[in-house]
């Protein structure tokens, strides 16, 4: 016989002492494994608090028209302030005095302003007085730079924003919408006599911008562009009459409201048919453009850089990008703006779909000659073709991915652009900047640090803004020239404040993927009383792509993943295979076919390496969580590898890609052209009716779901939606909820009522019960109490 002492009571005796062993080690197994969650250190370093703490992050210039000056306005830890900068002097000042302007205002207004925080509102270059212009409350101010003198204006009266209006280049015409159909006026016509230009609008056929709008008969606004010269406007309109209606309900209202709206899903025979309309404004004759080519295809739209279509200084041609439904083949498209004849320029194919993302078509000296972004070497790339479509040459070249084209300086024919992947060593995520002649020659990086680039360039394409940023070092911002040289320090962010109260910033890091050779890339959160010698549960905020992953690139303050870190977690979030466009085609498209399972095997895999590196990380308590396609990837793990995952946070996710959107589904799972016999009935040339039998083209697609795998389910899951999603509708949600009460499972969800895809004023609310169910079932901290600690607006 054995004597232990258990919970401080002596004498117990157990007659059996291996029975007694045993109970005595799940005791301490569950003592040990219970820690006690820090939500307090969560609630020091949300986002909110540590943005207002630093202030800005960035430099935003805004540059004055043809000129190499440009104006910012910057806040600090000792206030905001407004900088006037000179890039052909190298010289930077205060735009004004702040003491002085707030003691003029003072004087002005016989109360006090705060000089730290001066909120002038609509501060703006009025380029034509050669003066900046604000307003406090309702009194309007003339500023001149370089007098330093402030002159009040008149009381301004509150202006009609005119949401309804598309201003012509010039501010001469206005077009807007009535009723579905499409309308102009003079700006400033005294009688405001509208000319209208259509009668064939209707519901869902519209030239309005809201298409389904049966509200108002008031003037809104259309779906009108301008041609830079004011001549001719266009229009590019959708049929989505005969596509099924999908509905969500607003509970909020005084009574519950249904809203109605068009949404097509993968593989339905009623799709939006588009078509292109221009109208000329002084003829006010309008002519649909020969657009029809392909079954189903659109014109730009849905991914496309600058909605794929291009426009000149002059009206006489637009540009623009037709593709078909499976988003493998693409026409350059030079329509006449006159005639409505279209021609294609080049057409090309890319399986199994295009880029979008970084597709660009440069149209050069009204058509001369054209920039495109292709992939057609299985890296993005920019090649130059003639006014007829005959390619001239490649322009860059080389194992790396060539991103946005930044500015083009026509004259100096000189392509500034941003790349991924080139210099050796550089994280291939960072935007470096480069420089390259149209004949290919003079290629230059104009970033030799190893971070993520900004540009913003002035109109005379001498100088330009580059903000620098990594997730490990305080931003700054530099004026560089056009060969890349630093011509001045603007700013660096002052982390001072931060680190004081124990900010730590996050780390980068790669592990291999699931073969085991493709590195993969991301970013991990320590909590900031971390212990080297305590073993920490490893949560991985996740989204898949394809066009973009989950990590931050450059600084930030990442709401999402530095507080939940603080509660006792080890955050990572990194890329998987098939994550983004910003590597190589093979990398993007790895996942297509396959999109519910295509990124769980690396997730997985970079835990357990991360684990085997670091023994602070246990990968015997893991959790998943994510927004959107990170919420169906969340879910889709935990019911994938349900003896590796434990708990999973899924909000708002597209759990079943069936009945999300037709663009997102087709293009990256796929959709198969298919044919079927028809029989229709024709009038012969004898005029008789007879019956003949044809061949229609249709489309299929069909997308695993999670609802498919909810009898896997053995950790904990909770479900988050807003129930007014009409991006990723909440029918995603319940499908999967159906099949996990039918299989009996236990799971806990939450509906954000009035909320959208996002869940605005609810945000707050959804971090904290994210951190407590994490808390919950991966420390085996339960706390009783209700309250949410939701911090106030002036927090």
């Known amino acids: 016989m054995y004597t232990f002492v258990l919970n401080d009571k002596p004498n117990l005796r157990c007659p059996d002492p291996p029975l007694y062993f045993f109970v005595a080690f799940l ?11 820090n939500f307090d250190l969560a609630e020091r370093f949300t986002q ?18 043809d000129e190499d000056r440009f104006w910012y306005e910057y806040e600090t830890p000792e206030g905001k302030n407004w900088y006037m900068v000179d890039a052909a002097r190298g010289a930077k000042r205060e735009l004004f005095n702040r003491e002085a302007l707030a003691a003029e205002l003072t004087a002005h207004f016989e109360r006090p302003f705060n000089a730290l925080d001066l909120d002038l509102d609509d501060f703006k270059y009025d380029i034509d007085k050669k003066l900046f212009t604000f307003h406090v409350d309702s009194i309007g101010f003339e500023y001149r730079y370089e007098s330093r003198a402030l002159a009040a204006g008149d009381s301004i009266e509150k202006e009609d924003p005119q949401r309804w209006a598309t201003y012509s280049p010039d501010s001469t015409w206005i077009s807007f919408a009535r009723n579905h159909d499409l ?21 869902w056929y519209s030239y309005q911008a809201d298409d389904g709008d049966t509200t108002s008969t008031k003037r809104l606004r259309s779906r009108a562009n301008w041609f830079e010269d004011e001549k001719k406007l266009y229009v590019r309109r959708g049929d989505r009459r005969e596509v099924e209606d999908l509905w969500v309900i607003n509970s909020l209202g005084k009574r519950p409201k249904l809203e109605t709206y068009k949404y097509p899903m993968p593989g339905d025979e009623k799709v939006p048919q588009e078509e292109v309309w221009v109208f000329d404004v002084e003829s006010r004759d309008g002519i649909r453009l020969d657009t029809d080519k392909w079954k189903d295809q659109s014109l ?11 426009e000149t200084e002059t009206s006489d041609y637009l540009y623009f990008l037709r593709r078909d439904r499976t988003w493998a083949h693409v026409d350059v498209v030079k329509a006449n703006t006159t005639t409505g004849e279209t021609e294609v320029l080049w057409s090309e194919t890319s ?3 295009h880029n979008t993302r970084y597709m660009d078509l440069v149209v050069i000296n009204e058509g001369e000659e054209f920039l495109w972004h292709s992939e057609r070497t299985g890296w993005g790339q920019i090649y130059r073709y003639d006014g007829d479509g005959n390619l001239n040459n490649r322009v860059t070249d080389g194992y790396f991915v060539v991103g946005r084209i930044h500015r083009v300086d026509t004259l100096a024919q000189a392509i500034y652009f941003e790349g991924f992947g080139r210099e050796e060593g550089v994280n291939p995520y960072f935007s470096m900047k480069y420089k390259v002649n149209f004949d290919g020659t003079g ?3 104009l970033t030799p640090e190893e971070a993520n680039h900004s540009f913003s360039m002035s109109d005379t394409h001498r100088f330009w803004v580059d903000n620098i940023s990594r997730v490990d070092q305080a931003p700054r911002a530099v004026l560089r020239d056009r060969r890349g040289r630093v011509v001045l320090n603007l700013e660096e962010t002052d982390l001072s404040r931060a680190v004081e109260t124990g900010w730590q910033p996050p780390e980068y890091f790669s592990v291999k993927a699931a073969d085991g050779v493709t590195d993969l890339y991301g970013v991990m959160w320590k909590p900031f009383d971390f212990d080297p010698q305590k073993e920490y549960p490893v949560v991985s905020y996740v989204y898949p792509g394809p066009q973009t992953e989950p990590w931050p690139i450059g600084f930030s303050f990442s709401r999402r993943q530095m507080p939940l870190a603080q509660v006792g977690f080890v955050v990572v979030a990194f890329g998987n295979r098939g994550g983004s466009p910003m590597r190589n085609k093979y990398y993007h498209n790895f996942g297509y076919g396959d999109l519910r399972d295509y990124p769980l095997a690396d997730n997985r895999y970079g835990i357990e390496q991360l684990a085997e590196r670091h023994p602070w990380v246990d990968d015997s308590r893991v959790g998943i969580y994510g927004h959107s396609g990170g919420g169906f990837m969340s879910t889709a793990a935990l019911l994938t590898h349900p003896d590796f995952y434990d708990v999973a946070v899924s909000s708002a996710g597209n759990h079943d890609n069936n009945v999300y959107n037709i663009w997102w589904g087709e293009v990256h799972d796929g959709v198969e052209s298919k044919t079927r016999k028809k029989k229709e009935t024709v009038t012969n040339e004898d005029g008789e009716e007879e019956e ?9 697609a069909g997308i695993d779901s999670n609802a498919d795998l909810a009898g896997n389910l053995k950790g904990h899951l909770l479900l988050v939606h807003g129930d007014v999603d009409n991006n990723v509708h909440p029918a995603n949600t319940m499908r999967l909820v159906n099949e996990l009460i039918k299989a009996g499972k236990r ?9 959208r895809h996002g869940f605005g004023s609810m945000t707050d609310y959804f971090e904290r019960m994210t951190w407590y169910y994490f808390a919950e079932h991966l420390l085996g901290d339960y706390r009783t109490n209700v309250e949410f600690n939701i911090p106030k607006d002036d927090d």
Not at 692 to 700: D, L, P, S
């Open 27 to 37: 005791f301490a197994a569950a003592s040990a494994q219970a820690q006690t969650a």
């Open 443 to 445: 290629m230059q990086v």
């Open 48 to 65: 909110a608090r540590m943005d207002k703490m630093v202030g800005s992050l960035t430099v935003s210039p805004s540059w004055i028209e």
């Open 692 to 700: 003949i039998e044809t061949e229609e083209e249709y489309f299929e």
């Open 747 to 755: 799971f806990d969800m939450m509906l954000l009522p009035g909320q």
């Open 351 to 353: 399986e199994p779909y």
């Open 183 to 203: 309308y102009l006026m003079r700006h400033g016509d005294p009688d405001s006599t509208e000319i209208r230009l259509t009668e064939d609008g209707e519901r």
């Open 300 to 310: 730009g739209g849905a991914y496309f850089n600058k909605g794929g279509f291009f």
